[in-house]
């Protein structure tokens, strides 16, 4: 069975990865059949290129993405563009069902507040409580 994975490269604490197809027990960074895309999850970019032919080729041949490779292609908006193909929507509709899918994923992350300011937020408060009792 094939399997659309990671592969890791890059180098100590600043590892980059090939999403590429392999035979399923071929080892991690082993032989592979094709690369198909990388992702750069260090940086703050986060960059991702994924090339849409050749993975739906290998989609449509049985490959099953692994679950890293799936959030991938999920977070990028492929899955969603594969769904809306399968249900035989024209390109127009497609394109603008992405760009809104995109705008209220943008809206959604700038009004998420993100665990690291919740604990700040959290800090300030104990703080401040902490100095008016002991005055």
Do not use: C
Request: without cysteine.
């Amino acid at each position: 069975m094939k399997k659309i994975r990671l592969q890791r490269k890059g180098r100590i604490r600043r590892p980059l990865y090939h999403i590429v197809v392999a035979d399923g027990p071929s080892p991690r960074d082993g032989r592979i059949i094709e690369q198909v895309g990388r992702y750069d999850g260090v940086t703050k970019k986060k960059e991702t290129t994924i090339n849409e032919e050749r993975i739906s080729y290998w989609l449509d041949n049985g490959a099953k993405p692994t679950d890293a490779v799936e959030k991938i292609l999920r977070h990028e908006g492929f899955l969603y563009k594969r769904h809306l193909q399968m249900w035989g929507k024209s390109e127009e509709e497609i394109t603008a069902a992405l760009e809104e899918w995109k705008a209220t994923r943008e809206a959604k992350a700038k009004t998420e507040v993100t665990r690291k300011e919740q604990v700040r937020a959290t800090l300030i408060k104990i703080t401040i409580n902490f100095i008016f009792n002991f005055i």
